[in-house]
């Protein structure tokens, strides 16, 4: 397959030895913003500790890297079919208030960016700002989600969506959790009108708490209609996941393994030009996540592998990608 990013050499050198080589002018800027959010974080947590009434504040930060197999930006549907390396970097804060003995509301904001070490121009810095509102019904719960994401490429302008979600859910039995919402969203690429969609959806949980938090199963359906602004790129979608969640001592810690596999199967409604047929996509997605406490509370190192595998007779978007890599993450 043809690089549509241009062309990146290969290496076998270590994941640390390309880090270290990154643009440090792009370095040293982030590890300032993230520098800035850790000492806001330490406030916030100091002053929540201090308050026995009031809102709640939650906080995270995490930096990592990982090495990615093939360099894609899905949304566009474009592969390069070349490696690269890229530092990690994350950062979240939230907020929630009780209204009253049965309703809450929540506020939060994520900050997320890839620093590549060739493909600068995939470099992405995404910004969600999101809110919920949630009542507790007596036998369930009633809730209402908002966000708001903003994604750039190479400090670019690319991707802006707005979502709504209202919810019901609430357990079956002392073991068993459901989950059913529907969901609307909005979704702008600048440059491609031709791709700016609104979708609805249709989704369903079903969790099995095997020991509570300890060990947990999800099964999880989810039916999507995406209407774009070019009628090749109109599509309807049937998804299936599952995920597991078991909880292990390690070296006197308890550490989190996390197993997870989603498919989709994307049926589009009009003929593709290029192929002269209606495009049709099969996608799985596997994911391995080990987290294990370290330095003390609110501390973690986390290890990840995913592998996705697109098939498509859209042949840019069929491709395999494999993405491993390892953060330090801490919360409060």
């Not at 969609?197 to 079903?206: G, L, P, V």
């Amino acid at each position: 397959m043809h690089s549509n990013f241009g062309h990146a050499p290969r290496s076998t050198h270590a994941i640390f030895h390309r880090l270290c080589s990154l643009s440090s002018h792009r370095y040293l800027l982030a590890l300032g913003l993230l520098a800035v959010y850790l000492n806001c974080a330490q406030a916030l947590a100091q002053d929540e500790k201090n308050k026995t009434n009031g809102p709640k504040f939650s906080a995270d930060i995490a930096v990592g890297a990982e090495y990615d197999s093939n360099i894609a930006v899905e949304e566009v549907d474009r592969s390069s079919s070349e490696t690269d390396y890229a530092l990690t970097l994350s950062a979240g804060l939230g907020v929630q208030q009780k209204l009253n003995d049965s309703a809450k509301i929540g506020f939060s904001y994520d900050f997320n960016q890839n620093i590549y070490q060739n493909f600068s121009q995939v470099d992405r810095q995404t910004h969600i700002l999101g809110g919920n509102l949630s009542k507790d019904l007596g036998k369930a719960d009633a809730g209402l989600s908002l966000f708001y994401i903003n994604s750039r490429l190479d400090g670019k302008p690319f991707l802006e969506l707005s979502r709504i979600s209202p919810s019901v859910s609430g357990f079956l039995s002392k073991k068993w959790f459901a989950r059913g919402a529907y969901v609307y969203s909005d979704k702008t690429i600048e440059d491609r009108p031709e791709r700016d969609a609104i979708s609805n959806a249709a989704e369903a949980d079903i969790y099995y708490f095997r020991r509570g938090l300890r060990s947990y199963l999800n099964i999880g359906y989810r039916f999507r209609d995406e209407d774009a602004n070019s009628d090749p790129l109109d599509y309807t979608a049937h998804s299936l996941k599952l995920r597991y969640i078991q909880r292990v001592e390690v070296f006197s810690k308890l550490a989190k393994l996390e197993l997870a596999w989603r498919y989709e199967d994307r049926d589009y409604q009009s003929d593709t030009a290029s192929i002269s047929e209606e495009r049709a996509d099969q996608r799985h997605r596997w994911r391995l996540d080990f987290e294990i406490p370290v330095l003390g509370q609110g501390s973690a190192i986390q290890f990840y592998y995913g592998y996705s595998d697109y098939d498509s007779n859209l042949p840019q978007s069929d491709y395999n990608q494999a993405i491993t890599g390892t953060r330090f993450v801490h919360r409060w």
